[in-house]
Nanobody, 115 residues
């Protein structure tokens, strides 16, 4: 079973930065495309960034130019550097494989951006 543990969230003012981390257990981590998702209250979970095993990245339009996803296949870690944060970035952030079938979801990490 793969376990995902997200960390690094917090409360930040608009314009600030946070770096999220995701630790993944499981031998196949390095072979899969990973993603960062977020879910705001009353909204569906959405994919905001993904990274292939080779390091190619893709971003949702809403975060392009502000967020950077990266990974360390040796440490089995995925990171999300978030700059120029906006109040609309407030959500619980999760990591997982970028598409179905998903691994078991972790608890996520709360990001709150105040205006």
């Amino acid at each position: 079973q793969v376990q995902l543990v997200e960390s690094g969230g917090g409360l930040v003012q608009a314009g600030g930065s946070l770096r999220l981390s995701c630790a993944a257990s499981g031998a196949i981590f390095s072979a899969v495309t990973m993603g960062w998702f977020r879910q705001a209250p009353g909204k569906q979970r959405e994919l905001v960034a993904s990274i292939t095993r080779g390091g190619n990245t893709n971003y949702a339009e809403s975060v392009k130019g502000r967020f950077t996803i990266s990974r360390d296949n040796v440490k089995k870690m995925v990171y999300l550097q978030m700059n120029s944060l906006k109040p609309e970035d407030t959500a619980v952030y999760f990591c997982n494989v970028h598409t179905l079938p998903f691994w078991d979801w972790g608890q996520g990490t709360q990001v709150t951006v105040s205006s």
